[in-house]
């Protein structure tokens, strides 16, 4: 009895240690982005590389919003994000149980047609699409970054996962307590998958925050303007503002971080479907 | 709302059918199934088939993005493809980084999911440092990666000295170009996969793994006889999204090395298409070489989707 | 049985959809079999003046005050510290002509060229833009305004401009279609540390390629103090630029144009001379192969002596931020000395006649002698002006940094080809030669066939 019990906290600690090892590797860069934000010209180009700025200055955050207009663009971000992931959790919420949970006809056609919708390389797409949102008028607006960017195949097919794995003793008894369709998504599937959800709109969130190739195409005008812009105006050039753009990844990571940290509870734990214990 | 409640309610009573296409329905359900999936379509022919039509037009012309001439040349694009060295190299180059990737990530995520949905401490510290890379820009995460491979400055050289392995060029060797963006790509996207899993996993009754243990099944026995066949929707899922985004892949490499790498080892498929469209503006050849990658994905997620249908199966 | 239905639905849903879509040939015009008549796009000067006189032709009068209140939509491919003096000095020209501008950064050179390009085929496209490879959309589609501007107007003083700075504004010899700005030439810097460990004494620099190619080898035997394992004497950022030169410097053209049939010459055996000595550089350890892109990294680091990088790092590579002493030398050279141009080029790309007199007022207020010079000096971009060097500012500048004396000093033997649509594709061929010549993946002689062989191809393939 002993015995086993000390096995098991030795490979618990084997364990806890080759995680510990494994994610210091993967903050390591990280950590590294942070100290080099501080840093000073000087310091970024030093040999052998410096790891502790040689003075914590704050130079470079200040220079970020002299540089862009900073905060114009992160609202800008927050509000075609929020608006991409709202739009696109709600319409694959619909279609993913619509898929799932629902019979009709031509249903395999769809579900084909929309994997197929990911196959497509944006970089032949994008003057295509251009060309549709010139003739409805979209360039320079939000509807033109946000629209055409709602593409909901990825969302769709993750929540299709997880809503096939609801028992269908489930539905059925719904069903018997005078569900229609509707009130079988509303009462039995949403509620039972809200950590799926979670993740699916941590995903998009992300997937949404970071695009950059489309906000540039069809936007010309700073108040239209997102922040990856913002850092790829900082950066490209040359490699002397490394330290601003530094500073400037760190502030548009920082709420993505914080909403991960706070939903990372609601992500992973909730999840646990206490009606499918059977 | 309160009628539509009240139908919805009488529904099942009346059982209203039917019969499309050689098969029965339900009458409510087809109505809310379509209802529901009416968006996503009306999305979709906005963002996929409106300009997918395009692009298929555009692969029989000759379209110059520069000139903005067009004429149609039937299937010389194609042959232009399939004659083109260059073609042929990104193909193999993709195919290699597609099957390394898609191996070492999923089973990486898979592995680490696994020792994280145990009672460990620090959990929450591990996931959130694993997710971590997942929110860095790629601008910024990819400056600081160049950084770390530097031959002479870089700390990755430096940790192999102190190994007392031999240094390695990195991103600069035509042999090595191709792992190390990779590399940097399981970094950036591991805790993607972790947290599909990890979710997965939580997802399992516990009655299943408890009936197991008492079973007398070790560790072993019970992620492969119950944890693994139950995690199967997960799984192929991250399998056909990992099919479709490796073969798709172009912001690593065209940030990490814009120019295709030495001797062009880092030139994958799509950053081919980005050359032709953009450097050469040859747009129709770009359209016709992005129909063949979506033929190619097309038939591998068919051949995947095939394979893990069998599969679960044989579970239930 | 529902298989059987499936195509069936597919084909009439796609030919409903078809009638919605084919987006981009609407746009375009199909029937165009020769390059030339573009007519659907912007108005062309020379045919426009005779619908509606006046507007070009006689552009002399009035027009101080008629371009107040004028809006003009202008993009820009130029960031950082260069993006921000590009806006201060556009403000001062709204300030002071009541020029509404909108500014607007339009990403790295690939990304504006694919915003442009789409912007064209909707006629969404800027007033104004400072690009790569601008003549490539102007004169590329016929639009040769500029050189109409030149002849009709003088607000901009050509004769005191650098003949290789016009040139790189000609798009296949038919006619100036931009306006050089923010125009660069490589620079060979170099660490004064290093060499000096090395014992070289840099007051007598290495003119030609066969002495730098000495001092390289004293620098490898004594300049590396810090012991790196990577340590070099010589790299560039952009091989093709460098080889573009060099092939000049040897009497090797890079293409011919004959009334318009462009083609590509470097595989010549003066073409191959160069290239065998660029193979020598890496067979001696000297430079390394197929590192390129890690140069610049390398250099400030302090682990490469000489880099041959674009002249607007002289106005970043601050004392602040470099931590060794620099110095710039002349760049070699075979049996001339010749430099290729490069950067950016300031186009008119208006479809509204009456922006015109605006966007050019606004373009030549920020190429005239004054705010050039402002520009150059505050980004290390060169002075389009000979008389430049006559100015107080610039004077001040060189003898408050060496490096401009070397950058300005190299002006006198600048040059460009003209711009043609497969000057990409010639790019990308002759960093894949070198690429593999460094490899030892062939010899120059083949791999510069290759080159030339696929550019030609390109060229044929219309």
Not at chain 1, 195 to 209: E, H, M, Q, V
Not at chain 2, 183 to 211: H, M, R
Not at chain 3, 315 to 328: C, H, I, K, M, N
Request: aromatic share 12%; charged share 15%.
């Amino acid at each position: 009895m002993s015995k086993t019990k000390k096995y098991r906290y030795n490979r618990h600690t084997a364990t806890f240690v080759l995680l510990l090892i494994l994610s210091l590797a993967m903050i390591f860069p990280f950590v590294w982005m942070i100290l080099s934000s501080f840093k000073t010209a000087a310091d970024v180009y030093q040999y052998p590389p410096r790891w502790i700025p040689s003075v914590w200055n704050w130079k470079n955050y200040g220079q970020v919003f002299q540089m862009i207009p900073f905060l114009r663009y992160y609202w800008n971000s927050i509000v075609t994000t929020v608006a991409e992931t709202g739009l696109q959790i709600i319409i694959s919420v619909l279609a993913a149980y619509s898929l799932v949970h629902l019979k009709w006809p031509g249903q395999n056609l769809v579900a084909a047609l929309m994997r197929s919708s990911m196959f497509v390389p944006m970089v032949v797409t994008m003057i295509p699409m251009y060309l549709l949102c010139a003739s409805l008028g979209l360039i320079d607006t939000y509807a033109g970054i946000i629209l055409p960017q709602i593409t909901t195949a990825f969302t769709t097919f993750l929540l299709m996962s997880y809503f096939a794995s609801i028992p269908q003793d489930m539905i059925d008894a719904a069903k018997l307590d005078g569900c229609g369709p509707t009130g079988v998504m509303m009462r039995v599937v949403v509620p039972n998958t809200k950590g799926a959800i979670a993740t699916a709109t941590l995903f998009s969130f992300l997937g949404n925050w970071k695009s950059y190739t489309w906000p540039l195409i069809i936007t010309s005008k700073t108040e239209y303007r997102t922040l990856p812009i913002g850092l790829k105006y900082l950066t490209q050039e040359s490699s002397s503002e490394y330290q601003v753009m530094m500073a400037a990844a760190v502030m548009t990571i920082l709420p993505v971080l914080i909403v991960f940290i706070f939903f990372e509870k609601q992500l992973v734990r909730s999840i646990t479907l206490t009606g499918m214990k059977s | 709302m309160s009628s539509e409640a009240s139908a919805q309610r009488s529904a099942p009573a009346r059982k209203h059918k039917i019969k499309l296409f050689g098969r029965e329905y339900h009458t409510n359900e087809v109505a809310v199934g379509i209802l529901f999936i009416v968006p996503t379509l009306a999305f979709m022919v906005f963002t996929f088939i409106l300009p997918v039509i395009d692009v298929v037009d555009l692969s029989f012309t000759n379209f110059n993005l520069k000139t903005r001439t067009m004429k149609y040349i039937q299937f010389e694009n194609f042959k232009y493809l399939l004659g083109a060295e260059d073609f042929w190299k990104s193909l193999l180059n993709t195919v290699k980084y597609s099957v390394m990737k898609l191996t070492l990530d999923t089973s990486i995520a898979l592995f680490l999911a696994v020792l994280l949905d145990k009672n460990i401490k620090g959990k929450k510290f591990f996931r959130s440092s694993f997710f971590a890379p997942v929110v860095v820009p790629m601008v910024a995460s990819s400056l600081i990666w160049i950084w770390f491979y530097d031959p002479t400055v870089g700390p990755f050289n430096q940790i192999l000295g102190w190994l007392g392995l031999p240094e390695s060029q990195w991103l600069y060797h035509e042999s090595t170009a191709l792992w190390s963006i990779l590399l940097f790509s399981l970094w950036k996207g591991v805790g993607y996969n972790i947290i599909l899993f990890l979710s997965g996993l939580q997802n399992i009754p516990d009655s299943y793994t408890e009936a197991a243990k008492l079973d007398g099944a070790s560790e072993w026995q019970l992620f492969w006889r119950v944890k693994f066949p139950l995690l199967r929707p997960i799984t192929s899922f991250v399998i056909m999204m990992g099919i479709i985004n490796s073969f798709k892949v172009f912001a690593e490499f065209n940030v990490m090395t814009p120019d295709g790498g030495p001797l062009g080892s880092t030139k994958l498929i799509v950053s081919y298409i980005y050359e032709l469209a953009f450097t050469n503006g040859r747009m129709g050849r770009a359209c016709a070489c992005a129909l063949m990658l979506f033929a190619l994905i097309f038939v591998l997620t068919q051949f995947q989707s095939m394979v893990g249908a069998h599969k679960t199966v044989d579970i239930d | 049985m529902k298989l059987k239905k499936i195509p069936a639905i597919l084909l009439a849903a796609l030919m409903v959809v078809s009638l919605l879509g084919g987006c981009v040939s609407s746009y375009v015009d199909k029937t165009t079999e020769a390059p030339a008549p573009q007519t659907t796009e912007a108005p062309k000067p020379t045919e426009g003046t005779s619908a509606e006189p006046g507007t070009t032709e006689a552009p002399a009068p009035a027009t101080e005050a008629d371009i107040s209140g004028t809006k003009l939509v202008v993009w820009y491919a130029v960031s950082g510290t260069s993006g921000e003096l590009f806006n201060k000095l556009s403000e001062n020209f709204a300030k002071e002509t009541g020029v509404e501008l909108e500014l607007s950064y339009s990403g790295g050179s690939g990304d504006t060229a694919t915003k442009v390009s789409a912007a064209l085929l909707t006629h969404t496209q800027p007033d104004v833009a400072l690009m790569y490879a601008g003549p490539l959309y102007t004169g590329g589609e016929g639009d040769f305004r500029i050189a109409d501007l030149l002849k009709t107007t003088n607000d901009f003083d050509q004769a005191d401009v650098f003949e290789g700075m016009m040139d790189y504004c000609d798009y296949m010899n038919e006619g100036y279609c931009a306006i050089p700005c923010g125009i660069s030439t490589q620079v060979m810097y170099y660490n004064k540390d290093i060499l000096k460990a090395a014992g070289v004494d840099m007051t007598n620099p290495p003119k030609t390629w066969a002495e730098f190619y000495d001092v390289l080898g004293k620098v490898m035997e004594k300049g590396n103090t810090s012991g790196a394992e990577g340590f070099k004497a010589f790299d560039t950022n952009d091989e093709a630029w460098l080889f573009k030169s060099m092939l000049m410097q040897n009497g090797c053209e890079i293409i011919e144009n004959d009334n318009g049939e462009i083609t590509p010459i470097f595989n010549n055996e003066k073409a191959v001379e160069v290239g065998e000595y660029w193979k020598s550089l890496v067979d001696a350890g000297y430079m390394s192969a197929a590192q390129h892109s890690n140069a610049e990294k390398a250099f400030l680091g302090g682990n490469l002596a000489f880099i041959a990088a674009s002249s607007n790092r002289i106005s970043r590579w601050t004392p602040d931020s470099v931590p060794f002493e620099l110095g710039a030398i002349e760049m070699p050279y075979f049996t001339q000395p010749s430099l290729a141009l490069g950067g950016n080029v300031l186009v008119i790309m208006t479809e509204d006649e009456s922006k015109i007199q605006a966007a050019w007022k606004y373009v030549t207020y920020l190429t005239n002698a004054e705010n050039n010079t402002e520009f150059a000096l505050g980004t290390g971009y060169l002075p389009i002006h000979k008389s430049a060097m006559e100015r107080k500012e610039v004077k001040d500048a060189i003898a408050g940094n060496e490096m401009y004396t070397v950058a300005f000093n190299q002006l006198s033997y600048t040059w460009a080809y003209t711009h043609f649509q497969e000057m990409g594709t010639m790019d990308t061929q002759i960093k894949s030669a070198l690429g593999k010549l460094e490899k030892g993946r062939g010899t120059a002689k083949e791999v510069l066939d290759k080159a030339v062989k696929e550019v030609q191809d390109e060229i044929n393939d219309k």
